[in-house]
């Protein structure tokens, strides 16, 4: 039968990037004292380097707060923070689904946001009681009423229950905590009945294997169990299960229905348990899975070698690390006749790639090379087979080719409504296809269009910041596919393909793309002792061409004295450089080069 | 030119009256080299001499070049060099027919008693720091005086009996040009020469050029290899040999204490920034005359005389390598650099023509990376 477990309340945090999510959550462990002030370091959900340089919260992180409430009862507060990234919009969804209710976060200052409404929009769809406060009262711009009367007039919410705090000085922090315990509704099971509990992250830890972060709908689960993932099949021996303190784990002995917890089970990799499966036990399963798994599937691919190729069993090790903690990064083997040995590489999205980029180069301290980001096309042969193509280099010769489907993103930009224009143009440009636009608020404009996935996945954030000084933010979700002109490009030095260099393109952008890659090319290629022919070719015809000259001469430094050493020294760094160049063909390309191409902006 | 296992010696003398913009060799500023420092050189001379005593040779080392170079060797006074070399063949073997050069600047004061007596003490050879024989360029270089000041020198020199006489030329100074060049080329024909080094403009960190490119008005890249190419050839043309990168002579004239460096013969230096090559290991004293003066030991600088090093200096040199024993992915590497004009392959020999010494880096890297 199911009851109310009166005294605990489970609950996320949403809001748009830079509200102050982190830091209220470091007051609210603060003020229920769940972390000693001298243990206190800044946002403490956010646990890895990059999110804290980054501002963002990348893993869900949950942890327990114990408050004693005005009404002199004791609560169990379960706060489930979540990632604020669209790239991981699968995690939030899971997060929330662990939760009955949310506060959300509004910036007295900005309003409402894109990831505002899609958070907003989110924990409606999983039938969320939410608690709106404003935040940044403090500062000096701040115009709480403005920013309430924006809440109610766009969400819809009542915003007189809104706390109006500052997570910063701690102002009014506390009716934050009371508003949860009056609104959000306590959660309900039953602990008799079968095991059931909904995964919402798991990370592995070099000691316990992997720790499953639940949230227990029915039943009880104590170490010695079997317990059994239902997506997976997987079972495992539980080990230890408890509560999330914000610095330790705390074991218990057993979890039960409506508390979140966490589990160990010496599970080797987060593959084994996966954010959205369903854990039961292997003895009394529960009769049907919890809705809404689905396994992630990367939307972005990129290859990624080691500058040196000597290192590619380091990179093969970082990546196998990174993935222990990471089931959405996918990555096999790969070869390129340009770039040696390396990987192929799925991401959720860009900020996903870059992450793991940065930490494979931070972390694991590799020099990396790679190669322009792809999406997954949709290639339809002329005999009817239909292959899914995410790498250029394995294009399929365009004379087997019926058509080409590319992914198609719904994305919705928020922004004042003085960059419309700018914004326009930009979507415009990217393929655009635009559907509607509304004025949300006074000033303020939600701009919907249809784009192409791949338009979208390199630098489309940043050109819309800097198009809108920072003020536009953006939103995007997979629609399907559609039929594109899509064609390949090749890049040819002294007459050789280069592969890492191919990129699948537009048709009508083709010539300009084409024209900016033999410039960068020609500009960033150091001059040879041969003259070497730069070619941007689709299929065989060579569209855009450059030249580089012939180098005439080198540094010739004299061996004066007898000074062979500086001579040496001189012929050392020229070897040193070789390294870093790659080597096609007769042909050495400077890593530099690779990487004006990679950058390539839509804008100059 | 036969290479020759005796030994050269080479004298650092680090005093100039003033700093050339573009010079970054070891020199401090000094109207005259102090005394002090030239009683280093002689202590360091014993001390060489004692220690290749205590290893059990009985006999002096065989000498047969000396060369005093710069910073300004002729701020030394006769007297200096007299000890100096006094003090050489007191503790060296020198041979019959030693090669003495002293590098000279054209406007040392007193260089007319200067050669005269450095002739006395054995001095055969000179180098002129002529640079350019436009007085605007050699304005430029920080030079003192004008074109006739060289032709003084040349013309004290062989009042001293020395004919042995070679010109500095610096290719791709600021405002010159071909035609400018020319004009230098010609005046050193004019002076019957029978040497000539040619060294290219290169902007070195921590001179005064360095700090002030971006005011330097100086030819282009492809101008600069045009003079190149042109110098090597209408010195040939003069009869002139083109026996190194940055030297050319008349047959007979070849520096034979440079060819030491480029032939892995063995050679002693003495001064602070001097490098030596001795029963295979090279070392050099750092540059810091204070360390030389308290006697502080030269630096080793690792083994030398390898083929990796045999390939890097004889390419250098006319005579170029030998392409026997050569891996064949190294023959292909140098019949491509043949098939494009950068070298000629006469039999098993492989040479560097004028197109290819201008990019020797990149083919003794090259070569190197296969070898």
């Keep these: 039968m199911k009851v109310k477990k009166e005294h605990i309340r489970n609950f996320s945090i949403i809001a748009h990037i830079d509200h102050g999510k982190s830091t209220l959550a470091d007051r609210l462990l603060e003020l229920t004292e769940t972390v000693a002030k001298r243990d206190m370091q800044q946002q403490i959900l956010d646990n890895m380097d990059i999110e804290k340089e980054r501002g963002i919260t990348i893993k869900a992180r949950a942890v327990t707060l114990h408050y004693k409430a005005s009404d002199g009862k004791d609560y169990e507060l379960n706060l489930i923070d979540t990632p604020g990234h669209v790239d991981f919009n699968y995690e939030v969804s899971r997060s929330l689904a662990a939760c009955e209710g949310a506060v959300l976060i509004v910036d007295a200052t900005q309003g409402v946001e894109a990831q505002t409404l899609a958070n907003t929009y989110l924990a409606l769809d999983h039938d969320l009681e939410l608690v709106p406060v404003v935040n ?101 021996t539980v080990v230890e299960v408890g509560r999330m303190g914000a610095t330790s784990l705390e074991s218990t002995s057993e979890l039960k229905a409506g508390e979140v917890g966490y589990i160990t089970a010496s599970i080797k990799s987060v593959v084994d348990a996966r ?205 399907g596919y559609e039929r594109s002109n899509l064609v390949k490009l090749d890049v040819l030095l002294n007459g050789d393909i280069i592969d890492a260099l191919s990129y699948i393109i537009h048709s009508e952008k083709a010539y300009p793309r084409a024209r900016k890659i033999a410039e960068k090319l020609k500009d960033n290629i150091p ?78 | 030119m036969d290479r020759t296992d005796k030994t050269g ?42 220690m290749s005593e205590l290893v059990g040779k009985d006999s002096k080392i065989a000498v047969d070049t000396i060369y005093f170079g710069g910073g300004t060797p002729s701020l030394l006074s006769p007297t200096q060099l007299d000890i100096i070399m006094d003090s050489v063949r007191e503790s060296f073997n020198v041979c019959e027919e030693p090669e003495i050069t002293v590098e000279c600047n054209p406007s040392s004061p007193n260089l007319e008693e200067f050669l005269l007596s450095a002739s006395k003490s054995g001095v055969n050879r000179i180098s002129l720091g002529m640079q350019s024989s436009s007085d605007k360029e050699r304005r430029k270089l920080g030079r003192q005086g004008n074109a006739k000041k060289v032709e003084d020198a040349v013309y004290y020199a062989r009042m001293a009996g020395i004919e042995n006489i070679s010109l500095d030329v610096m290719v791709g100074v600021p405002e010159s040009s071909l035609s400018s060049l020319r004009e230098t080329l010609d005046f050193c024909l004019s002076l019957s020469v029978p040497h000539i080094s040619a060294y290219m403009l290169k902007i070195e960190e921590g001179t005064f050029y360095y700090k002030n490119a971006d005011k330097l008005t100086l030819p282009s890249e492809d101008e600069v290899c045009d003079m190149y190419l042109f110098m090597s050839h209408y010195l040939k043309e003069n009869g002139f040999l083109h026996y190194e990168i940055s030297n050319f002579c008349k047959e007979g004239f070849h520096s034979r204490h440079n060819m030491k460096y480029w032939e892995g013969a063995p050679y002693l230096g003495f001064g602070p920034a001097a490098h030596s090559f001795y029963n295979n290991k090279r070392f050099y004293f750092p540059r810091d005359i204070d360390a030389f003066i308290r006697g502080e030991k030269a630096i080793y600088d690792g083994e030398g005389g390898d083929t990796e090093e045999e390939i890097l200096l004889h390419l250098r040199t006319y005579k170029g ?20 004009g950068f070298a000629e392959i006469t039999g098993n020999n492989f040479v560097l023509t004028s197109k290819g010494f201008l990019v020797s880096n990149t083919i003794i890297s090259e070569l190197l990376s296969v070898y």
Excluded: W
């Excluded at chain 1, 689709?538 to 180098?551: D, F, L």
């Design chain 2, 321 to 340: 390598i030998s392409l026997e024993n050569k891996s064949s992915s190294f023959i292909n590497k140098a019949k491509l650099f043949e098939k494009n």
């Design chain 1, 136 to 236: 940044k009262i403090d500062l000096p711009a701040a115009d709480p009423d403005r920013v309430c009367a924006d809440v109610e007039e766009i969400i819809g919410l009542d915003c007189s229950i809104a706390p109006r705090v500052s997570a910063k000085t701690g102002e009014n922090v506390a009716e934050v905590l009371e508003k949860i315990v009056e609104y959000i509704p306590c959660p309900e099971g039953d602990d008799d009945a079968p095991f059931k509990a909904l995964v919402f992250d798991s990370v592995y830890d070099n000691y316990k294997g992997v720790i499953v972060y639940v949230r227990v709908m029915d039943g009880v689960l104590r170490p010695g169990d079997t317990m059994k993932m239902m997506a997976t099949g997987a079972q495992f």
């Design chain 2, 9 to 50: 010696l080479y004298f650092h003398i680090p005093f100039c009256r003033g700093k050339c913009p573009y010079c970054d060799f070891y020199s401090l500023n000094a109207k005259s080299c102090p005394d002090e420092y030239v009683f280093s050189l002689l202590d360091e001379m014993k001390t060489f001499k004692r």
């Design chain 1, 527 to 604: 001059r040879q002792m041969f003259e070497i022919p730069v070619q941007i070719a689709i299929g065989g015809k060579v569209i855009a061409r450059e030249t580089i000259k012939a180098m005439r001469k080198d540094v010739l430094a004299k061996c004066y004295g007898g000074d062979i050493t500086r001579k040496k020294k001189l012929l050392e760094k020229q070897k040193e450089g070789k390294k870093r160049m790659r080597q096609f063909g007769t042909v050495e390309v400077p890593q530099e080069a690779f990487m004006a191409i990679l950058k390539l902006d839509g804008q100059d």
């Design chain 1, 275 to 479: 954010v959205g499966d369903t854990v039961t036990k292997a003895d009394e399963p529960a009769d049907e899975p919890l809705p809404g798994y689905k396994k992630v599937n990367p939307m972005v691919f990129c290859g990624i070698y080691p500058a040196d190729g000597a290192d590619y069993e380091s990179l093969r090790e970082a990546l196998e690390k990174l993935q222990l903690n990471d089931a959405a990064l996918s990555f096999e083997p790969e070869t390129s006749g340009a770039l040696g040995f390396g990987f192929r590489c799925g991401f959720l999205g860009l900020l996903h790639l870059e992450i793991i980029q940065e930490r494979l180069e931070r972390e694991y301290d590799l020099d990396l090379v790679s190669t322009v980001p792809s999406v997954v096309y949709k290639i339809h042969l002329s005999d009817g087979t239909v292959v899914d193509i995410d790498n250029p280099t394995n294009y399929p010769d365009p004379a087997i080719i019926d058509f080409v489907e590319e992914p198609i993103a719904d994305a919705h930009i928020y922004s004042p409504s003085e960059y419309v224009g700018t914004i326009m143009d930009l979507c415009q440009d990217r393929r655009g296809i635009f559907k509607n636009m509304d004025y949300i608020s006074g000033d303020r404009v939600d701009i919907h269009y249809i784009l192409p996935l791949n338009e979208i996945i390199y630098d489309f954030f940043d050109a819309l910041k800097s198009r809108t000084r920072g003020y536009a933010s953006f939103d995007y979700e997979l629609k």
